[in-house]
Nanobody, 117 residues
Framework: QVQLVESGGGLVQAGGSLRLSCAAS????????MSWYRRAQGKYRELVASITNGGPTTYADSVKGRFTISTDNAKNTLHLQMNSLQPEDTAVYYCRASRLSDLMTYWGQGTQVTVSS
């Protein structure tokens, strides 16, 4: 069973940057779609970014040009570089690993990102 642990969240002023990390208990790059989701207060979870087999990436329109998803294969780690943060980015950010072979999905516990005006 894949275990995911997010880190790197915190409080930052608008315009600032944060780098989130998701450490996996086993290899999750090859054969997986790795994603970052977020859930703002009072809202449902939404997809922020994803990367498939450590290659092709997708981004929500709201974060394009500001966020970058990447993987460190050797360390079994997923990253989300977040620049030009806005108050609207405030949310709990979750790491998700979805296995391509059977679409089995695993979630991390989430890390809080708070952006102040």
């Amino acid at each position: 069973q894949v275990q995911l642990v997010e880190s790197g969240g915190g409080l930052v002023q608008a315009g600032g940057s944060l780098r989130l990390s998701c450490a996996a208990s086993e290899t999750v790059i090859t054969g997986f779609v790795m994603s970052w989701y977020r859930r703002a207060q009072g809202k449902y979870r939404e997809l922020v970014a994803s990367i498939t087999n450590g290659g092709p990436t997708t981004y929500a329109d709201s974060v394009k040009g500001r966020f970058t998803i990447s993987t460190d294969n050797a360390k079994n780690t997923l990253h989300l570089q977040m620049n030009s943060l806005q108050p609207e980015d405030t949310a709990v950010y979750y790491c998700r690993a979805s296995r391509l072979s059977d679409l089995m999905t695993y979630w991390g516990q989430g890390t809080q990102v708070t952006v102040s005006s």
